[in-house]
Each structure stands twice: as structure tokens, then as C-alpha cells.
């Protein structure tokens, strides 16, 4: 970002493929390293009262939030994202601009990618706090 404001104002050249392949490597970032994140637990939480729950409440709101909001908006996301990225990768969809990135169709499939590997790790994490939730040791404390 810096190069294309240095050679935009400075230098007076701009160039729309090097704007653009910003944008991809945001979109890259952001959309294939979410479910990374969430899978160690790097996401942004509010936690007014979950931070004083014990092991097994925080379970029970980890298993009820993967269930109720996070696989559902993922398959959500999926099924309506779907045909938005067939018929991009049907046209080999490039960019709208003169002198852009023509991948516009793999930019489009991060979506994909973001929604199924956030619907695999709301699985995982519907798994994982089930397994805390009925745990002997968990349940008497």
C-alpha cells in the first residue's frame, strides 16, 4: 500500500494491477486465515461475563454459538456464494478496470474457501465442547 501511494503522489504513476492485487492479498489474509484464527481462539470476543464462567459454561456458549450462528451462516454463506462463483469461473471473470488483475474468479472463490473451512471448524468446535460438556470431571465442578 505504501509503494502504490509513494509512486502515485510522489512519482505520479499508478498502476490498477498493483491496487488490485492489494485487495487480493487482503481478501487472501482475511478470508483463508479466519478459521485459523478461530480454532485458536484469536477471534475478538466480548466477554463481559463469559470470562468468569466455569470450564463447563464457557462450553456450553462455545457449543450453543457454533451451533446456532456459526455453521448456519456458513452453509448460509456457501449456498448463496455458489453460484455467484460458478458463473465467475464459467466466464474466467477478470477485472472491470483497464490494466487490472484478470483472476477476479479466484479472488471470488475465497469465499468458498472461507465458508467451508469456517463450516469444518464449526464442526470441530461443536466436537470439541461437546466433549467438554458431558466430561466427568467437567460436570461435577
Not at 483497464?98 to 471448524?121: H, T
Request: charged share 15%; with cysteine.
Amino acid at each position: 500500500m505504501f509503494s502504490v501511494v509513494l509512486l502515485r503522489y510522489g512519482f505520479n504513476l499508478g498502476w490498477i494491477g498493483l491496487q488490485e492485487s492489494i485487495t487480493y492479498l487482503h481478501a487472501a489474509v482475511f478470508l483463508l486465515g479466519a478459521a485459523f484464527t478461530f480454532q485458536h481462539d484469536g477471534h475478538v470476543r466480548v466477554d463481559v461475563f463469559y470470562r468468569r464462567f466455569s470450564v463447563r459454561k464457557r462450553a456450553i456458549v462455545d457449543f450453543f454459538g457454533a451451533l446456532l450462528f456459526m455453521l448456519p451462516v456458513s452453509i448460509y454463506l456457501f449456498v448463496v456464494c455458489y453460484g455467484y462463483v460458478v458463473e465467475s469461473w464459467q466466464l474466467l471473470e477478470g477485472s472491470r478496470e483497464p490494466g487490472g488483475l484478470p483472476f477476479v474468479y479466484i479472488l471470488k472463490s475465497f469465499l468458498l474457501i472461507f465458508a467451508g473451512s469456517m463450516a469444518l471448524q464449526a464442526i470441530t468446535e461443536l466436537l470439541n465442547q461437546g466433549n467438554k460438556i458431558f466430561d466427568k470431571q467437567l460436570v461435577s465442578s
